[in-house]
T-cell receptor, first 112, second 111 residues
Framework: DAGVTQSPTHLIKTRGQQVTLRCSPKSGHDTVSWYQQALGQGPQFIFQYYEEEERQRGNFPDRFSGHQFPNYSSELNVNALLLGDSALYLC???????????FGQGTRLTVV | RKEVEQDPGPFNVPEGATVAFNCTYSNSASQSFFWYRQDCRKEPKLLMSVYSSGNEDGRFTAQLNRASQYISLLIRDSKLSDSATYLCVVLYSNSGYALNFGKGTSLLVTP
């Protein structure tokens, strides 16, 4: 079992650009959540996807959007990147919403 | 005020010491509680869930006080491998499915 996999592992983008991060959930998991972790902070909830729909959203601007595919994999898109978007982006998958969430190793995004 | 607050840390302790981490949460509509462990530049991993009656897993003991909205984690006989950041996590019944994380407390166990 590969667990939760994310790509890419590291990314450097310029202010104003757009980025797409990808996540493959653990086998058997149908729910994917995305978190942003700034340096020295705990992860902050961005949104959760279930059955290809955004089920819940955290306090993030519309520049952050996502998608879930029929195979349960997911993408996180961020438009008009700001320096403050530099962070570790974590994907977590679970079987349903209220079971243990397993995290991927994250994508470290640096905006310059 | 953050919804989940933890000891600022860092905690530097010698091997074999006992160390305790505290966490308070502000939303009384709480549902589930967890401690996660995060190694440097790695993803968080579930250490243990926290139950109302308190629970123990080997050298780790978690306690919950709903009246005081307080959670604790006790680590006995610290090992070098316990060095990590410990994240207090609360799932609120009125906030759907989002895990609410504290900032984390850093632990360094020294020889």
């Amino acid at each position: 079992d590969a667990g939760v996999t994310q790509s890419p592992t590291h990314l450097i983008k310029t202010r104003g650009q757009q980025v797409t991060l990808r996540c493959s959930p653990k086998s058997g998991h149908d729910t994917v959540s995305w978190y942003q972790q700034a340096l020295g902070q705990g992860p902050q909830f961005i949104f959760q996807y279930y059955e290809e729909e955004e089920r819940q959203r955290g306090n993030f601007p519309d520049r952050f959007s996502g998608h879930q595919f029929p195979n349960y994999s997911s993408e996180l898109n961020v438009n008009a990147l700001l320096l403050g978007d530099s962070a570790l982006y974590l994907c977590a998958s679970s079987e349903g919403a209220n079971t243990e969430a397993f995290f991927g190793q994250g994508t470290r995004l640096t905006v310059v | 005020r953050k919804e989940v607050e933890q000891d600022p840390g860092p905690f530097n302790v010698p091997e074999g010491a006992t160390v305790a981490f505290n966490c308070t949460y502000s939303n009384s509509a709480s549902q589930s509680f967890f401690w996660y462990r995060q190694d440097c530049r790695k993803e968080p991993k579930l250490l243990m869930s926290v139950y109302s009656s308190g629970n123990e897993d080997g050298r780790f003991t978690a306690q919950l006080n709903r009246a005081s909205q307080y959670i604790s984690l006790l680590i006995r006989d610290s090992k070098l491998s316990d060095s990590a950041t410990y994240l207090c996590v609360v799932l609120y019944s009125n906030s759907g499915y989002a895990l609410n994380f504290g900032k984390g407390t850093s632990l360094l166990v020294t020889p």
